[in-house]
């Protein structure tokens, strides 16, 4: 896969993210404060970076589990079709759970994975999700928290990836092709 033929526009800086994600980890601990134990469950592979960062800033006790999903393979347009990969270790059954995702799009990867954790009986689950696209909404789900709302552009950098790259970058840019014919370096 080429990948000579994009650039990435800065959306959201490395700062913001980190001064949000304090302001998610204050309302989250707020919000479940007193409970025995947080179970906080990332969605794969996306919220990894996210996740570190937050569970890092929740004054609470903590298990972090992590379950794998898949419907995007590498096209920019989610196939609707969503597979679990990994599921959970641990039971999450009378447990207060938060779940964590990258981002929220059409809703269908969400919409799949809250169903499932339901049917497992949690005491109290909760959703952030880091980025929300609400334009691009197809079925009803909504984050409890959210840290940004961002426009129905293709986003990349801290934890989320085009065709797995880009997930290191520190910041959170919109992905922009550029289709040069020419071999010049910019």
């Known amino acids: 896969m080429d990948h000579s033929n994009y ?3 800065p959306l959201i800086s490395a700062k913001a993210i980190a001064a949000r994600v304090e302001e998610l980890a204050a309302e989250i601990t707020e919000t479940f404060k007193g409970t025995d134990k947080l179970i906080v469950i990332g969605l794969l592979r996306g919220s990894f970076v996210f996740i570190a960062d937050l569970v890092r800033e929740l004054d609470l ?8 999903t898949s419907s995007y393979g590498n096209s920019m347009e989610s196939s609707r079709e969503v597979r679990i990969l990994k599921d959970l270790r641990g039971e999450i059954e009378g447990r207060d759970i938060l779940v964590v995702e990258d981002i ?4 269908h990867t969400l919409h799949h994975v809250l169903n499932l954790l339901k049917s497992r009986n949690p005491r109290r689950m909760e ?3 880091l980025l929300d696209k609400p334009s691009r909404r197809e079925v009803d789900v909504k984050a409890t928290w959210v840290g940004f709302e961002i426009p129905d552009k ?6 989320i990836d085009y065709a797995q790259r880009n997930r290191n970058l520190p910041h959170i840019g919109v992905v922009r092709f550029t289709d040069r014919d020419d071999e010049s370096e910019s």
């Open 127 to 129: 959703v952030c999700a």
């Open 154 to 159: 293709f986003v990349v950098g801290y934890g």
């Open 104 to 107: 929220v799009d059409t809703g």
């Open 61 to 68: 006790p903590v298990e972090v589990d992590f379950l794998e």
């Open 7 to 9: 650039v990435i526009d």
